[in-house]
């Protein structure tokens, strides 16, 4: 399967309510990364957290890291509709100079108003 | 700071016909990223410049695929010819050079829709 899988594919929740996201990959890395992109507008880097990090927040946003299950979650809290947006996950793999990212499908988060 | 701009926004051409995409990085961002979402596919890495050299161009699918950096400032992407399986959106990022941190952080172009008909 691929590296930077997203879980799940599509999620609709209401407004005010927590949003999470699940990534799982397959190769070690340097680091996890979650971009957002809303419809028909580039992507916008939403956190980073690199490989010996746990959790991480940024406002409204929390992203966990378990190397050990490779695998990595994003909650958003008391969600907006302004939130409405494809997520991705994309990981750096770990060694070379090389910072490329490999991503996932992404999840698609509909928030409704 | 302006971001990431790429041009055209939209491009629909013909099977066999020639398409050059541009991008123009942040000012003062050595790096510059190629990379591209197949309808229904995950973005998928093209190719890496380090200013005006190519650090890794493993992700170009084949031979039609150009891209150059002349004067490590802006970059185009030629695909010639096209082909129907190349329709897509080609987006591109920047990042600064020196020190993972500042590499590590990639900012997207809105990306250029391609469709080959």
């Known amino acids: 399967s691929q590296q930077g899988e997203e879980d799940p594919q599509a999620l609709s929740i209401q407004e005010g309510e927590n949003a999470t996201m699940n990534c799982s990959y397959k190769?070690?890395?340097?680091?996890l990364q979650w971009y957002r992109q809303n419809s028909g507008r580039g992507l916008v880097h939403l956190i980073l957290i690199r490989s010996n990090e746990r959790e991480k927040h940024s406002g409204r946003l929390r992203v966990t890291l378990d190397t050990s299950k490779k695998s990595s979650s994003l909650l958003i809290t008391a969600s907006r509709a302004a939130d409405t947006a494809s997520y991705f996950c994309a990981t750096v793999k770990s060694g070379g100079s090389n910072y490329k990212l490999t991503f996932g499908k992404g999840t698609l988060l509909t928030v409704n108003p | 700071e302006a971001g990431v701009t790429q041009f055209p926004s939209h491009s629909v051409i013909e099977k066999g016909q020639t398409v050059t995409l541009r991008c123009d990085p942040i000012?003062?961002?050595?790096?510059l990223y190629w990379y591209r979402r197949v309808m229904g596919k995950e973005i998928k890495f093209l190719l890496h410049f380090v200013k005006e050299s190519k650090q890794d161009e493993s992700g170009m699918p084949n031979n039609r695929f150009l891209a150059e950096r002349t004067g490590g400032t802006y970059s185009t992407l030629k695909v010639q010819p096209a082909e129907l399986e190349d329709s897509g959106v080609y987006f591109c990022a920047s990042s600064r050079f020196g020190g993972s941190y500042l590499q590590e952080t990639q900012y997207f172009g809105p990306g250029t829709r391609l469709l080959v008909l």
């Open positions: 190769t070690s890395i340097n680091n």
């Open positions: 000012s003062g961002h050595d790096n």
